[in-house]
Each structure stands twice: as C-alpha cells, then as structure tokens.
C-alpha cells in the first residue's frame, strides 16, 4: 500500500509533489522535471518503455496466455505477470503514482527522489541549449559538473578508490587476530608435538601478516 506525505520540493522554481513508492522510498514526477528543460515529453517518457507498472504493484493483470520475456514455461511461476523494466527504468525506479499536482489528483510517471541527480546525467546540456532553453542548459550544465567533482573528491578522499584500502586493512586486522588466538592456544597447550605443529603455523601466519615473531626457542629443541 502506497503512503501519501505532504511534502513539495522546490526544484529549479518549480514545486514538485513527493510521495512515496511501496518501499516506502520517496518519489517525484518526472515530466514536471523534464518541462524545466523543454524537452519533448514524449521522447523522455519513450526512453522507460513503462507502461503497465505502477509502483511495485502491476496496474493492469498479466494475461496468462501471453507469454512472458522469460518464456511461455515461466507464465505460471511466481512474479512471471511482472513487466520486466528496462534497465533505466530500474535504476532510477521508474514508475506510475498518483500525485495532487496543478490542484487536481492525477496518475503520473515518477522516479526516485535520490535518482534524479541520475536522471539529469542522462540529458545533454547542449541539446537543451539548441532548444532555445538557455538558462536549462546552464542550470543543467552547472548541475553536473558540481556532481563530477563531487563524485571525484569522493572517489579520492573516502569512497571506491580508499575502498581497497579499507579492505586490506579489514583483512591485516582479521590476520592479526588469528595469529595472537594461535598463539594463544600454543600456550595453553601442554602436548609438545601440538606446541609444535602450533609454533610452525605461527610463524607462517606472522610471516604473511607482516608480524615480527620471535620463535619460543624452548619449542626448538
């Protein structure tokens, strides 16, 4: 069940109505958005290929003799009658709600609300321009460079690329953990074949760990 809220958000002048999807996630209607740059709505809403699906639940019933894009085999399976959406209309969460907007109820095309950065990614600036929309275009323009090097400083200080770091760091702690348990359960032991077999595996896991060991020279003898 969709769950209404009262919220507008204010978008380029143009107060845009916010509601939510089945998840529960927020969403906008799209083709107030796509006005702001002059284009040609028709073109933006052909670029979805939605039709049938609203959202998260399906607006019209799947016919059951109409085979499905898996195959007429998977006509009976569970979520076969679900229209399988391309993979824009995916991403950005694509899909037909009812909003109260320009003082009456109607049934529009909306996306995510944390998808609309990505959805202006996907409109050309320059095309804008040619269309006569001027300040669209420098609106759009200005937009995506600050997301290019927001994305950048983000890349560089905390996100995919320190990632790998994270991850071997993650991974030399896990190291060190498992060699001072080792370690642990050598001291315990009081069987010296074990002590043994523990001290050999102890200074193969120091040297992958990058570990200073010092060996117990008792064990040695």
Known sequence: MMHKVSLNLNFAGVMLPVTQDAQGRDIVPLKPISDVFGLQWSRQK???????ETCG???YPADPEKPTEQGPESAGNAGADQP??????????????EFNFAGQSRQMLAIRLDRVAAYLNTINPEQVRAGGNVDGADFLLQKQEEWDDVLHQYESAGGIMSRNERLAQAAQIQAAR???SAIKEKRMSEDPQ????????IQSMARKAGVSYQPDMLDQR
Not at 46 to 52: E, S
Not at 84 to 97: M, N, Q
Not at 194 to 201: A, F, M, N, P
Request: glycine letters at 6%; a positive charge; charged letters at 25%.
């Open 178 to 180: 498992a060699l001072l």
């Open 194 to 201: 074990q002590r043994l077999i523990l001290e050999q595996l």
């Open 46 to 52: 052909k670029k979805f290929g939605v039709k049938d």
């Open 57 to 59: 639940v399906p607006l």
């Open 84 to 97: 399988k959406l391309p993979y824009l209309a995916r991403r950005l969460g694509v899909c037909l709600a």
